[in-house]
């Protein structure tokens, strides 16, 4: 079992600054990625950026240049640096780890990021 607990959402003004946290906690030993999803009113949940437990990152194209993922195995915390912001960014984001060897994953709980223009 793993839990994620999201943080770090709130509301920011077009071209701002957010950084969101993943706080993975139990199992962390069995994630093979984690990833950070969007979902905004009436959209289909759409992923923004992830990350291996290698390091290696992607992005959408939609953020590339302007958001960043990274990690600290230490505090087994996942974060997404959003910068240039943009009303188009406003939605929950939820994070989501991809288990080895497993067709399991565990979401967090959502944090919402609203961005005014």
């Known amino acids: 079992q793993v839990q994620l607990v999201e943080s770090g959402g709130g509301l920011v003004q077009a071209g701002g600054s957010l950084r969101l946290s993943c706080a993975a906690s139990?199992?962390?030993?069995?994630?093979?990625?984690i990833g950070w999803y969007r979902q905004a009113p009436g959209k289909q949940r759409e992923l923004v950026a992830g990350?291996?437990?290698?390091?290696?990152?992607n992005y959408a194209d939609s953020v590339k240049g302007r958001f960043t993922v990274s990690r600290d195995n230490a505090k087994n915390t996942v974060y997404l640096q959003m910068n240039s912001l943009k009303p188009e960014d406003t939605a929950v984001y939820y994070c989501r780890a991809d288990i080895r060897d497993s067709a399991s994953d565990y979401w967090g709980q959502g944090t919402q990021v609203t961005v005014t223009s």
């Open positions: 990350i291996s437990s290698g390091g290696i990152t």
């Open positions: 139990g199992s962390t030993f069995s994630i093979n990625a």
